[in-house]
């Protein structure tokens, strides 16, 4: 245990039942246990229902585990959401469309009591992050998908977390959109050196992101694999090298023998 | 800009003075008897023959309109905020709520009369109270409940607090819906402090003067009152999108107008 506390993310034994004991009973995830490191960009992919949204809650205290512990930062994950500890980004960007770019960055600082010139500030330097600087008067429904999602992602690491916690957050994109995303999320990571914890459906957007890929098998959800990606830094040709494809390949497989045995 | 304002109008008063022009060339080639319909023109003279007498009838039932707006609105917006923060709140003052919107609330009008007097106007606003309370509750309710499922886990990961949840996301959520009740509910707040006036309350009133002209067979008199209460319910209606376009900038014109 004191082992697993030193990471930023510390699962162990983790079982997830819902509605216990009621005709519509549903085990989403059995036995999990998974540890991730500070500064580390891990995905977790698998097919629909195979608990991986689920484990991204646990890790954010969104949803409680029926057995076993989530540690984060060494406290236990309701700790670490009162202490803002996660940003988040889900699939629908979840920006208030009653608020501004820049007041839609600024909520979580209000929320946390930050000044006016504080909480500007700190929204001038997240848009210039996401280079989205001329739009921060604008409201969101002016602002294209992939455009709401860069504000997102401003908005989930305004106040500094340590841990960003993302949800499908490029699913509902385009694939040029959501490369370019891609790259950019990388940049940000390499910038600010944040623990990622990355849910996807795409086989090759979890190699292209990851440094590690967790692939899940459902009903129930468990690890199924965990497999190590060392591309280095990612360039546009990163996608078309054979390394690249050699671990699509292998993570492809590891989903395919999960579905053939399921 | 007022041209622009004013062709968004246009069809609108083309369709209504043609509207009117038909209703008097129908009735100049039947020629009914006065009492079934007057003309439109006769019922605007009447108008203004009799404007004195229908701006002091309109300024009290005014009055009796808009307090019992303001407080039928503040009475809807409380409820709904401690039903959707408390469920104990919910499972009680929900179905109390119900029961009272069953209530013939009109009919309660002469009861009302009993309790505080047959002259006193605050029958007349109990009225309206309680016949804009209902709108005004239940769809500042739904505004208030019905939130995206991922904005209020977002609040939750940003340790939001209940009150700050409520303030940030639940309020400017259930704006749109507020304002469609409202506009709902200020044409009822005429409607119920008219008829409410039939049964008491002031006499010098929009009410009593229909009944009034009415029984004196001046069929054109009190048609020209029920135009002063028409006139009572737009103005309310406009005020209550101009309200709704204030307070809320993020809206286009066409959500606005089309909520």
New interface residues.
Partial sequence: MSDAKQSAVAVSGVTKVFNPGKPNEVHALTDIDLSIDEGSFVSLIGPSGCGKSTLLRLIGALTHPTHGSVWVNDKSADEARLDRDYGMAFQTSGLFKWRTITENIELPLQLMGWSKSERKERAAEMLDLVKLSEFGDHYPRELSGGMRQRVAIARALSFRPSLLLMDEPFGALDEMTREHMQTELLDIWEKTGKTVVFVTHSIPEAVFLSQRVIVMSPRPGRIASDISIDLGHRLFETREAPLFFEKVTEVREALRFEEGSA | MIIKALRGFAPALVFGIGGLLLWELALFIIQPEGFVLPAPSAILIAFFDDFQEILTASKNTGFIVVTGLVGGVALGVAWALLVSRFRIANETLTPLAISLNAIPIIALAPIFNAWYGLLSPVSNQAIVVILVFFPIFINTTKGLTEV?A??I????????SSW?ITK??RI?NA?PFFFTALKIASSLAVIGAIVAEYFGGRQDALGPLIVQNAGLTRYTEAWAAVLAGSLMGILLYLVSGAFERFS?P?R?AAETAGA
Wanted: proline content about 5%; glycine content about 0%; cysteine-free.
């Fill in positions: 995206d991922t904005e886990e977002l609040m939750r990961s940003y340790a939001a700050q940030t996301v400017p704006m809320m993020w286009t």
